[in-house]
Structure formats: C-alpha cells, structure tokens
C-alpha cells in the first residue's frame, strides 16, 4: 500500500512559478515510477511527468518540457513538480501518481493523491 498526499497549489499569475510537493508512504518505493498527471475542468486526466524512484530518470509530456522539473528526496521520501513559466492552460488539479514497475508514460497507476489546485490567471 502507498500513500500520496500533494501539497504546494495556489493561484499565481501567468509566466510565474509554482512547486508542488507530493509526501510518499508505504513499502518497496524503490520499485515504484511516481508521477504527475493534472486534470482540467471538462477535460481527461493527462499525463504530465514522472520519474523513476530507484534510478532517478524523468520523463515529460511535450506539453511541459523545459518548463516542468520533476524530483524526488529519497530520505524525505518526496516527489517535488516545479512548474516555470505557468501558461493559463497549466490550470488544472494536479495529482500525484505511483505505478509498481511502470513505464515512464504510466499508464496503469496504482495509486492516487487527492490532488492539488493550481490556478494560473493571464
């Protein structure tokens, strides 16, 4: 079992930064891909972003590269999404994301966050 709980949301104004932190519980982490999906009202949950726990290699949407850096602290046992640049599109709830070996687009998540506002204004 995982626990995810997301914190760092909030309103900011377009070409302004956000980190959004993601607190991990639970066993065997190291076989573990975290990640980032956000979801817009009327729109699907999409894939954003994710990193492997054990060996450090990231993976983003087009849609987020060379505006988005995922992270991990292993002793803090944390994933961190710092999001540059913020568009009014980023606007979304952002959840944090664990699939037990998974590939980096994770398609098959085994376990959720409740997720976290972001609002970015134009």
């Known amino acids: 079992q995982v626990q995810l709980v997301e914190s760092g949301g909030g309103l900011v104004q377009a070409g302004g930064s956000l980190r959004l932190s993601c607190a991990v519980s639970?066993?065997?982490?190291?076989?573990?891909?975290m990640g980032w999906f956000r979801q817009a009202p009327g729109k699907e949950r999409e894939f954003v972003t994710s990193?492997?726990?054990?060996?450090?290699?990231?993976y983003y949407a087009d849609s987020v590269k060379g505006r988005f850096t995922i992270s991990r602290d292993n002793a803090k046992y944390t994933v961190y999404l710092q999001m540059n640049s913020l568009k009014p599109e980023d606007t979304a709830v952002y959840y944090c994301?664990?699939?037990?070996?998974?590939?980096?687009?994770?398609?098959?998540?085994?376990?959720w966050g409740q997720g976290t506002q972001v609002t970015v204004s134009s």
């Open positions: 994301a664990a699939q037990l070996f998974g590939l980096p687009t994770m398609t098959n998540v085994d376990y």
């Open positions: 639970g066993r065997a982490l190291s076989s573990y891909v």
């Open positions: 990193i492997n726990w054990s060996e450090g290699s990231t």
